[in-house]
């Protein structure tokens, strides 16, 4: 049985098929592209769980494509591969979220377990994800975690708005629990039985979420071989959550403009309308103010979809919920990876306090089911936290190159068993810059 889908993205093919063969001798079910747009249909087609990306891409930079990929299939986890010697391009990917970074040459006992442990991460996630598909809107008011005034705030605004069937406009950074949100009123509505419907604006072209939404007649367009329902037509009933609505074009916020006013669409290809009772909520991390100054919303929509506002407080600003958080989180994962995991230090504690959290609690989601992979006690400590926590790069402000550089010489003169030539070969250095490095940092070489 394969043990997960791996995606392999680097245009050189010799590379490529060297890094496929090794990986589908672990059992692993190999994909390859030599391009990002190739990459992107395959990951829109098959359920990948492990991207290895090449950092100079024909179409593109795989560190910044890493943001890309995570938006829209966030179950799947990315290594890029930088060049020797390149670590802030490996810096800079796991700051946009990928799980760690390969250094062309590391050899197959670094690769290996790494993309091991990626695949546990990964396929953990599908997991969830299948569950929660299932599971419909799962989440209610009671199952919103937090105790901070400005959670609080926010619930006592949601219930309400709940019971009328209002549309709601959510805002907030990315992770702060807009969908969370969003299935807590539909859960709360008198809506609850029929269908909660969530579609990610952004996920989809701008031609493609037309029809997605609105669903399309056999023969509309190339490829529209048969009618095809969209998600308005799903939701019937029920409610309709469009996250990322500040990315939707300009003329198919026209059309949604219609539905909130008449309360009908257009299916693609067909001239009468087609009429919806559906509650629509929208969200956004944008500033839709800002996006209509620049002419990408229309104001007439934002006037219609902002009637009721929740605006979620970032995981920054509300870091006293930080350890019910975090504690809710282990007690989730632990089961599901048959560990018994009992808590986490003290230092754990105060390093995810002490973090700056872009991901809000997506991120601490993410970081404590990772942690929780990679413990082998059964108490989370900071040596399974990733290096930035560590090393307080959390921060930006913190985060210093000389702290990097040390790690990463330490790493690798590890990795050679102190041989200090195969190391500065290696770093790409001389070896006296490198014995002079091995001084400054006070590294010890064993
Ligand atoms: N208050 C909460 N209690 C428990 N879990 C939460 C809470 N808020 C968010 N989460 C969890 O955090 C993750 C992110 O939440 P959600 O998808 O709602 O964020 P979002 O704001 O919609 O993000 P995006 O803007 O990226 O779509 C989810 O996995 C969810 O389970």
Redo the contacts with the bound molecule.
């Keep these: 049985m394969s043990k997960g889908h791996i995606l392999i993205i680097d245009d050189e093919d010799q590379l490529r098929k060297l890094m496929s063969r090794l990986l589908a001798l672990e059992g692993y079910t190999m994909l390859e592209a030599a391009n990002i747009r190739s990459a992107m249909k395959i990951l829109d087609k098959e359920d990948v769980q492990v991207v290895l990306s090449d950092v100079k891409l024909p179409d593109g930079n795989g560190v910044e494509q890493v943001q890309t990929i995570r ?1 829209k299939h ?1 179950q799947t986890e990315v290594i890029v591969l930088t060049a020797f010697g390149n670590i802030a391009d490996g810096v800079q990917a796991i700051k946009n979220g990928a799980f760690d970074y390969i250094t062309k040459g590391d050899d197959n006992n670094r690769i290996l377990p790494l993309v091991s442990k990626a695949m546990d991460k990964a396929v953990l996630q599908f997991r ?1 994800r299948d569950l ?1 598909k299932k599971l419909g809107g799962k ?1 209610s008011f009671d ?4 105790n901070s005034p400005e ?1 609080n705030n926010a619930i006592a605004l949601a219930r309400k708005v709940s019971l009328s069937d209002m549309t709601v406009l ?1 805002l ?12 807590a009123i539909h859960q709360g509505s008198s809506r609850s039985q029929a269908p909660f419907v969530a579609v ?1 604006c952004s996920a989809f072209g701008k031609d493609i979420l037309e029809s997605e939404l609105f669903g399309h007649v056999a023969g509309s367009f190339t490829g529209a071989v048969k009618d095809k329902k969209g998600f308005f037509e799903e939701a019937r009933g029920g409610t309709i959550f469009l ?2 609505i500040g990315e939707m074009a300009v003329e198919l916020q026209a059309k949604m403009l219609r539905v909130l006013e008449a309360q009908e669409f257009y299916k693609v290809g067909e001239s009468k309308p087609t009429k919806t009772d559906v509650r629509i909520i929208a ?3 944008r500033n839709l103010e800002k996006e209509i100054n620049d002419g990408h919303f229309r104001s007439d929509l934002f006037y219609r979809l902002s009637a009721f506002q929740i605006v ?1 407080p970032s995981l920054n600003e509300r870091r006293k ?1 930080i350890p019910v ?1 975090a504690s ?2 282990i007690e989730q994962v632990a089961p599901k990876l048959n560990k018994r995991i009992s808590g986490m230090t003290p230092a754990f504690l105060d390093a995810l306090q002490r973090h700056s959290w872009k ?4 991120e ?2 993410n970081i404590i089911e990772r942690a929780a992979i990679l413990t082998d006690t059964d108490t989370l400590d900071t040596s399974s936290l990733p290096f930035d926590f560590q090393q307080g790069l959390g921060e930006p402000s913190t985060m210093r190159l000389a702290d990097v550089e040390k790690h990463h010489i330490a790493r690798v003169l590890a990795h050679v068993k102190g041989n200090k030539t195969k190391a500065a070969e290696l770093l790409d250095i001389g070896l006296t810059t490198l014995y002079n490095k091995i001084k400054e940092y006070n590294i010890s070489v064993e």
């Design positions: 938006s966030p969830i929660e989440y199952s919103i975690l937090g959670i959510l907030g950074e990315t992770g702060s629990g807009k969908e969370v949100f969003a299935q990610n996250d990322e969200a956004t991390n979620l919920d958080l809710w989180f991901g809000n609690i997506r601490l989601k």
